[in-house]
């Protein structure tokens, strides 16, 4: 489908079953409209050789309707001028992918950055931040140990800023982060860096303006969107009436062939799709009655496919209800995702620490979600105290919340931090936003671009987030148990507001992990608490390190002995020090 160049020319195809003919005009013919007709090959498809067009030349399609004449960007389009030009035709063969021969890690390895490409890295006297300015700082990610960026939306879109879930061309790259070729040399460049690349992508609605697929051939019923859209109640949606037909054979494939061209031709490790709900039922609101089950079978297609033919690359849902369906196995009548953004893990851990009082936070709440999981699987689960959504909508950064207005606030930052241990230390997937390790403040906008001097101001900061990732992919061999799938609550006290847990892979010296959270402004010089094996453990992490920040207040922590005695139904127990509003954890050499 779409623009073909080959050594002869380009082959052009298009679906538009209304349509009486269709041409392609172009560049490559002073757009005159009395040459290349395509010929029907049926089912309503369009098809024709055009010698003289080759990659480069701008193109349309012009289709005779009973509508009237309707100049159309090609759906297909992998390149455009902009939102409201022309398509331009792109042979994606003719990137140099090098000796780029990246294989994604483990799922259970990764460490994921949520990365916004217009905010990200804006240069000095650049509008927006593109691709290019982006690879400008992947030296900065890998330092810092992250081995996964999830990139927001980077789909054509209306004007030069926007979040991206608003794509009025799926197919093409949006022109003002540098295009195609842009986002391909990124993707080269990640992974030469070791990171892999997760692209969002949006199908439970498209555009809803900039779009030529609304009423592409001129059909259309109800005063819908025409061919590619329900013409009924089943296209509303919180965007706008857009939603696609997943019930028709041709739309099914167009976003088919959507998901499997990033993965094939961009070489991405793995796709994460927007609000899934909305695929799954018209008003995501759980009514059967809303349901719409050919949405469900579209995604086990795609998911099935991919995870058939590339088995290491991750497929992630937002989904947000906390359904084990939606990470369960095709066979077994499920969606087929790798993973899910868990809904459980982020709101009670935000609430845990943003609230103002320790005698309002709920260690039980916090320890379901250190528990919760999906098909008793820890890494079918995205963990996370901020995202787009998180931190955007009327709601603002973790440091924010606590402290209007104040992020370096003492609160702040060490209420801050623990969340960070806690999704660093936490069985699942864990991700972080773009900003989060150097105290970025306010909300996400499209039009904040980060402020990296604050790297230098809150160095300390950004130093505890490289820590705490070095430790979560097990750099120096001591904590392979916070890649594992067992993890063990020791103890909740709900008087004292300490959660304390026991994380593991195989088990054994360099493995086990034992992961102490104060969640109050008190300090603690004995705190007993039954410990999983006896022998000496060592600390390997206190968030309350002066180091970190020098308004800590740098309580000592060192390596304890075990000692005989029950405790927390072990037979053994170690007597902690514990820093106020700090995380710490110990392992065994």
Known sequence: MGALPHSSGVFFR?????????????????????????????????????????????????LKTPSGDLYKNDPYALKLTNSIGNGVIYDQSAFDWEDDDYVMPSWNELVIYEMHVGTFHVRENEPTGNFYSAIDKLPYLQELGINAIELMPVFEFPGSTSWGYNPAFPFSIESDYGGPDGFKAFVKAAHAHGIAVILDVVYNHFGPSDMDLWQFDGWSENDG??????????????????????????????????????????????????????IR?????????????EGKDLIQWINGEIREKYPHKLTIAEDMH??????????????????????????????????????????????????????SDAFERIVYTESHDEVANGKARVAEEIAFDDVNNYYSKKRAALGMALVLTTPGIPM??????????KWFSDTDPLDWSRLDKFSGFVNLHRDLIRLRRNFDGNTAGLMGQHVEILRIDEEKKILIYHRWKEGGPGD?????????????????????????????????????????????????????????QKPQFASLGLPPYSACLYTQS
Request: proline share 5%.
């Open 14 to 62: 298009v679906w538009a079953p209304h349509a009486k003919s269709v041409q392609v005009i172009g560049s490559f013919s002073n757009w005159d409209t009395d040459k290349h007709l395509l010929m029907s090959e049926g089912g309503g498809y369009w098809a024709g050789q055009v010698d003289e067009a080759k990659p480069g030349d701008e193109y349309k399609f012009l």
């Open 225 to 278: 969107g025409g061919i590619y859209f329900y013409n009924d109640w089943r296209s509303e949606t919180p965007w706008g009436n857009t939603r696609p037909d997943f019930g028709r054979e041709e739309v099914r494939r167009y976003i088919r062939d959507n998901a499997m061209m990033w993965i094939e031709e961009y070489r991405v490790d793995g796709l994460r799709m927007d609000m899934v709900p909305y």
């Open 281 to 293: 039922n018209v008003k995501a609101d759980g009514n059967p009655g809303n349901d719409i089950p």
């Open 322 to 375: 906390s359904l084990e369906a939606i990470t369960e196995k095709i066979s077994n009548g499920g969606w087929g995702y790798g993973a899910q953004w868990d809904a459980e893990f982020v709101h009670p851990v935000r609430e845990a620490i943003i609230t103002a009082h320790d005698q309002d936070r709920s260690m039980t709440a916090v320890a379901e979600a250190v528990l919760h999981r999906y098909n």
């Open 432 to 441: 972080i936003f773009q900003g989060q390790p150097s105290l970025e403040d």
């Open 512 to 568: 086990d992990v034992v992961v102490a959270l104060n969640f109050s402004a008190q300090a603690y010089d004995h705190y007993e608490v039954g410990f999983p094996h006896p022998g000496e453990w060592h600390a390997r992490f206190n968030s309350d390190w002066k180091g970190y920040d020098a308004e800590f207040t740098d309580k000592m922590i060192g390596s304890v002995h075990t000692a005989e005695g029950s405790r927390d």
